[in-house]
């Protein structure tokens, strides 16, 4: 079946260190995406790619850095610049003009 | 800038009744699609339903509809017949016509009462 791998689920980091975040899908979309979503929030886009290759910055992608080096694949890095890490991250991708399919989400804590 | 207002942080309902999640949004643009999302307690996020901006005929899957009031940006979510598996919090987005940008409310945590 196809779909949107996020992993892992949990991830624990000490302050300072660089983490990388995975998103994988297997429905052939062009487009990928960044949400991050804080307690009792909506969702906030850090970045999003249209095609390989190419990203852009969404709202808030100050300490955040993405590549899109195959189609399949949008890893996120979330840098010790980034001030206040912590929070729940989900991946997406969709067709063109088309609803975004979600992952089921990285929690990431960072102490 | 877009944004998209939700101005009901929580909702109650008693199962079997009907419950209506209000949603605006501020745009210059005249095509574009409006979506609501359901994120569980598992925070999948699942979309619900989908409306486009050109068309006048309000959309409906099952027990969920829209009343989608263009001039006034108004997009209100109706769940009918409330189940328990309808607990969630409820997001409104909107997508302006050739972007690739979704933009979310705040959400709507809706509880539904047995």
């Known amino acids: 079946d196809g779909g949107i791998t996020q992993s892992p689920k949990y991830l624990f980091r000490k302050e300072g260190q660089n983490v990388t975040l995975s998103c994988e899908q297997n429905?052939?979309?062009?487009?990928m995406y960044w949400y991050r979503q804080d307690p009792g929030q909506g969702l906030r886009l850090i970045y999003y790619?249209?095609?390989?290759?190419?990203?852009q910055k969404g709202d808030i992608a100050e300490g955040y850095s993405v590549s899109r080096e195959k189609k399949e694949s949008f890893p996120l890095t979330v840098t010790s610049a980034q001030k206040n890490p912590t929070a729940f991250y989900l991946c997406?991708?969709?067709?063109?003009?088309?609803?975004?399919?979600f992952g089921n989400g990285t929690r990431l804590t960072v102490t | 800038a877009q944004t998209v207002t939700q101005s009901q942080p929580e909702m109650s309902v008693q199962e079997a009744e009907t419950v209506t999640l209000s949603c605006t949004y501020d745009?210059?643009?005249?095509?574009?699609?409006l979506f609501w999302y359901k994120q569980p307690p598992s925070r999948q996020m699942i979309l619900v339903i989908r409306?486009?901006?050109?068309?006048?005929q309000n959309a409906t899957e099952n027990r969920f509809s829209v009343n989608f009031q263009k001039a006034a940006k108004s997009f209100s979510l109706k769940i009918s017949d409330s189940q328990l598996g309808d607990a969630a919090m409820y997001f409104c987005a909107y997508l302006i016509q050739g972007a690739q940008k979704l933009v979310f409310g705040q959400g709507t945590r809706l509880t539904i009462n047995p």
């Open positions: 429905l052939n979309h062009d487009a």
């Open positions: 997406a991708s969709s067709p063109r003009e088309a609803p975004l399919h």
């Open positions: 790619s249209q095609i390989v290759n190419d990203f």
């Open positions: 745009t210059s643009e005249s095509d574009y699609y």
């Open positions: 409306q486009e901006a050109y068309k006048q």
